[in-house]
Every structure is written in C-alpha cells, then in structure tokens.
C-alpha cells in the first residue's frame, strides 16, 4: 500500500517534524538532511516533484546559540527562531545543492490562508518555483506569530499546503512508525495501524498520548492534517523519518507506516 502510493504519485510533500531533524544532542542532523536530499533527487530524476513543509527552526538556533538553550521567554523563543530559520534554509541549501538543486524559503501564518489574494500568489509562487525544478521550503513564520509558536501547526500547514499545490500524496516524517492503538513509548504490546479509513473512528479506539519533546504537536495534530488533506482526496503516510534511508525504502515498500485512505 505505501509503496504504491509512493510510486502512483507526482507531486509530493514531505514535512519533517523538529523530533525527526535533531540528533541525539538535540542539535541539527545534518547528515539525515543530506541522506534526504539524496533520496529526493533520485525520485525528481523519474519525474517526480517536491515540496518540504520543516520545522526545526528552534534546533537550528541552538545549533548556533546554545547559551539561550535554557531561556523559556517567549521574546527569546521568538528570536531563537529567527536566528535559527536561517540556520535550518543553510542546512536544506547545503544538503539539495550537493545534488545540483536549488531552495527557495516560504515563511508562512495561518492568515496568509485565509486571504484570497495572499493565497492565489503563495500558489502561483509554489507552482512556478517547482515547475523551474526548485524545492521549497515552508516552514511557520515563528517570529511573529505567537499562536503558531506555543501550539506548534506544522502538520496543518503541511495539509493545507498539499491542499493549496493539489498534491498527490502528504508523508509526514515523525519520530514514531505511524499510528498505534495507545503509546508505543509507554506500551511494549502497542500494535501499529497500517491503514486507517475512517479517523474519526480511529480518535475513539487509540490513546492519542501527549506531545514530544522539540515538537509542540502530538499524534492529534497529524491526525487532523490526515483528516484535511483527505477531505481534498489526498492519502496521506505517517512514517518514522529517522531510519536510515526512510523515504527510499517507504517507495520500496519495506518500511512499516499508517497509510490514511479515503
């Protein structure tokens, strides 16, 4: 099933949450942007397109400035990320360019959606940078918006970007192998859900757990991203993006993830 959806689709969007783009340290890994650049290009030299929703502005900026890893202010935050937003679009640079392609940075709010006008130019914007064989990079724009900084919406913004661009497919990269029947942390017997049809179902069968420690956004968040994206038919994947060569072997069909079906 995930395999074929991989294969079946052209336009896809990958979003890589904070979990998935840090290393052991809690600092970025660099060497896993890399390994997905690799993988990404591969899968753009058989025609297919990419667009990456990531977070990871935080990490970046601890990356650079560890000496405010312990402030909790919400300036401090707020200035993390701008220090760190150019730290992460250096990383994505550095990894895509290895490969002869290019990056281009979109900083996105939820109100950028919800004007007409906004809206039109962020597509005509997604659909010239792709077709020019580009990768954008979305990411929250975190400095200023304060809702996006305390509740995190990452997952949203991927769906409603898969929505904007008429993707194909939404794989979002987590630090967990998809959707399981309670917390697989805390339960050595929690069994993964390979396919899911019906998520309101789903919501009342599971325990949906508590948030992770970058991220600000817990399974709820994904499910909901699942839930938009398929109300516009687009399939979504929730997949562990820290195995080595996750979206290679995801396409080959012998990594293990939740698939969301209309």
Same mark, same amino acid.
């Given at each position: 099933m995930i395999s074929r959806l991989i294969n079946d689709a052209r336009k896809i969007i990958l979003k890589f949450g904070s979990n998935t783009l840090a290393n052991s340290e809690g600092k970025?890994?660099?060497?896993?942007? /890399?390994?997905?650049?690799?993988? $990404?290009?591969?899968?753009?030299?058989?025609?297919?397109?990419?667009?990456?929703v990531s977070s990871g502005a935080q990490v970046a900026g601890l990356s650079k400035l560890d000496k405010w890893s312990r402030k909790k202010d919400l300036h401090y935050r707020q200035a993390l990320c701008a220090v760190g937003q150019v730290e992460l679009m250096k990383s994505w640079r550095i990894a895509f360019e290895q490969y002869g392609l290019h990056v281009g940075q979109i900083l996105l709010t939820r109100e950028d959606f919800n004007d007409s006008n906004r809206t039109l130019n962020m597509r005509n914007t997604l659909f010239t940078l792709v077709d020019e064989g580009i990768i954008p990079i979305i990411?929250?724009?975190? $400095?200023?918006s304060v809702e996006e900084i305390k509740i995190g919406d990452n997952d949203t913004l991927a769906a409603r970007s898969a929505i904007l661009w008429s993707a194909d497919l939404l794989i979002l990269f987590s630090d967990i192998d998809g959707v399981y029947d309670k917390n697989p942390k805390e339960h050595t017997d929690a069994k993964l859900i390979e396919v899911v049809r019906n998520i309101d179902d789903l919501r009342k069968s599971i325990d949906i757990g508590s948030t992770n420690n970058f991220g600000?956004?817990?399974?709820?968040?994904?499910?909901?991203?699942?839930?938009?994206?398929? /109300?516009?038919?687009?399939?979504?994947?929730?997949a562990h993006g820290g195995t080595a060569r996750s979206l290679e072997i995801l396409a080959a069909g012998e990594q293990k993830a939740?698939?969301?079906l209309a």
């Open positions: 970025m890994n660099t060497d896993l942007l /890399s390994e997905f650049a690799e993988q $990404t290009a591969a899968l753009i030299k058989k025609g297919k397109q990419f667009i990456i990411n929250e724009n975190d $400095t200023v600000t956004g817990g399974i709820a968040t994904k499910l909901d991203a699942a839930q938009m994206a398929l /109300s516009y038919s687009i399939p979504t994947i929730l939740t698939a969301f």
